[in-house]
């Protein structure tokens, strides 16, 4: 039940304190690998960092171009005075229509910069460690949880409601499309040459491109959904395991109960200051109330006691 008071467990707070940074960590490369790939993705769709046109050099000179003029054939006349019969041409067939070219012509005169190759390697570099921290958050989680079934921790629910989280984080960042050729989506961490391809037939208007729907969904908003399910994974772990860690050392309460009876003086607690004197003005009213009379008591008739002597009179 919710409101149970729960009596935590002193030999697994180590235990789910360690699992709690390695949740931590493995959080933040994730966190940091997508940030690294959304940053990589939004150079090379926003800005010609990548490519470097190439310009032609300038001419010093007009080369003097010598062309070879063709030998005019023989004029041949006929000896018995007929000319000879001319070949028949053969009729020209019609020439087949040429398709046009469905994808656009790629410019000879754009070639890749040095830029490149440094996006290339930083996003290749947050491919690994994302999918190799996704899959680290994972086997934390699934520790932390069994740890955390075994002490009977009270938010248990927070605690297994992460490691769902974490195996649905799981199944959009692995690279699907080379597990399974034939897998229709390829994970939220996408190889370098898919990201330039799909990016350059996006610019290009090619009619291979994605629509704008699906092109800004897979490369900006599925990383943005998995940072903000990353983020929420790690508070509630660490939420879930609030109850279970025993703190080893003097809390900041007590410690700060301690500072301010450091810089009280012997005596200082029952003479003076603001404690004394509270104390002095209790006891005061305390000591007033008691004094005064009970009207009740004042105004009820004296009983008389039957086991006193009676009263003699005067003489």
Known sequence: MEGRPHIPVPHVSPALRHIRLSVTVSGWIVGLSLFVQVLTWALVNYTDMRLVRVEPAAKEYEPTVVRKTP???????????????????????????????????????????????????QHQVALVT???????LVVN??????????????GMRRVVSAQAWSMALLALCLPWE???????????????QTMTGASDAYALGSPSA?????????????????????????????????????ATGPTPEELAIDAEASNRKAGSL???????????????????????PDPFVVA???????????????I
Not at 130 to 136: D, F, H, M, R, S
Not at 270 to 292: C, D, F, N, P, Q
Not at 300 to 314: E, F, L, Q, W
């Open 210 to 246: 994605m629509p704008g729907l699906l092109f800004y969904g897979r490369f900006f908003l599925l990383p943005a959904a998995a940072i903000a399910a990353t983020t929420l994974i790690g508070l509630r772990f660490a939420s879930g395991i609030e109850t279970g860690i025993v």
């Open 130 to 136: 994302g999918i190799a921290g996704c899959l680290a």
């Open 141 to 154: 989680l699934a520790v932390g949880t069994v740890v955390a079934a075994g002490a009977s921790i009270y």
């Open 71 to 121: 030998a005019k054939r023989p004029e041949v006349r006929s000896l018995t005075g007929y000319e000879p019969r001319a070949a028949e041409e053969e009729p020209v067939e019609a020439a087949a229509p040429i398709r046009a070219n469905i994808e656009p012509a790629p410019d000879a005169n754009r070639a890749t910069s040095r830029y490149d190759v440094w996006f290339r390697v």
């Open 178 to 192: 080379r597990l399974a050729a034939e897998f229709p989506f390829g994970g939220v961490f996408t190889a370098y």
């Open 270 to 292: 029952m003479g003076a200051g603001r404690i004394g004197g509270a104390l002095e003005s209790t006891l005061k009213s305390a000591a007033a109330v008691a004094m005064k």
């Open 300 to 314: 009820a008739p004296r009983t008389v006691v039957m086991d006193d002597p009676p009263s003699r009179r005067p």
